[in-house]
């Protein structure tokens, strides 16, 4: 139980196209789902945090024009990676949870396998 | 500030026991959870703590003391698997993981 998936597992894309990665909670809903990105030998860094039929909550220093998150449902958010540049080449991690209530811990997270972009 | 502070990096032997140290200052505390991520992958859960003490669960064992604002994880009988990051992450009074850098484990034969 508490799978969540993340599509596509990698992409290369050109630089100054846009991108979108989906992450779905399988077997459960999530209140809450988080948005990472981890660049090599580097720690997770939150980008943004995301309930479902409100607007993300970004991290100081992540440009939301740039990072357009959308939390359509309690099992769905998108991260749409805009006029993507090289410099946003970098490993996305999606994580949900949920909340109080669920199976597992509360407020415990479940990561989405990652999104490995690279933009040339 | 929010803050954790783990060791970036620690070396340890197969078969022996590591012990690596997690401390937090957070906006008010509603628990301490361990991560371990191995390159390339997606961090997994390890341990959650909330009240003060040991919790055991097979190799590894995850301590708090809530009043020193301190956190560890324990791995006895290490395996060369076990080579990874182990990320230490505090919930803060909003519900927020506040997450440390890491500390990269090195298993040696």
């Known amino acids: 139980g508490a799978v969540v998936s993340q599509h596509p597992s990698w992409v290369i894309c050109k630089s100054g196209t846009s991108v979108k990665i989906e992450c779905r909670s399988l077997d459960f809903q999530a209140t809450t789902m988080f948005w990472y990105r981890q660049f090599p030998k580097q720690s997770l860094m939150l980008m943004a945090t995301?309930?479902?039929?409100?607007?993300?909550?970004?991290e100081q220093g992540v440009e939301k024009d740039k990072f357009l998150i959308n939390h359509a449902s309690l099992t769905l958010s998108t991260l749409t990676v805009t006029s993507a540049h090289p410099e946003d080449s970098s490993f996305y991690i999606c994580?949900?949870?949920?909340?109080?209530?669920?199976?597992?811990?509360?407020?415990?997270?479940?990561f989405g396998p990652g999104t490995r972009l690279t933009v040339t | 500030g929010q803050n954790i502070d783990q060791p970036t990096e620690m070396t340890a032997t197969e078969g022996a026991i590591v012990q690596i140290n997690c401390t937090y200052q957070?906006?008010?505390?509603?628990?301490l959870f361990w991560y371990q991520q191995h390159a390339g992958e997606a961090p997994t859960f390890l341990s959650y703590?909330?009240l003060d003490g040991l919790e055991e669960k097979g190799r590894f064992s995850s301590f708090l003391s809530r009043s020193k604002g301190y956190s560890y994880l324990l791995l006895k009988e290490l395996q060369m698997k076990d080579s990874a990051s182990y990320l230490c992450?505090?919930?803060?009074?909003?519900?927020?993981?506040?997450w440390g850098a890491g500390t990269k484990l090195i298993i040696k034969p």
């Open positions: 703590n909330v």
């Open positions: 995301s309930n479902e039929g409100s607007k993300a909550t970004y």
């Open positions: 992450a505090a919930l803060d009074s909003n519900y927020q993981l506040i």
């Open positions: 994580s949900a949870s949920e909340g109080q209530g669920g199976r597992g811990v509360p407020y415990e997270q479940y």
């Open positions: 957070t906006s008010g505390f509603n628990g």
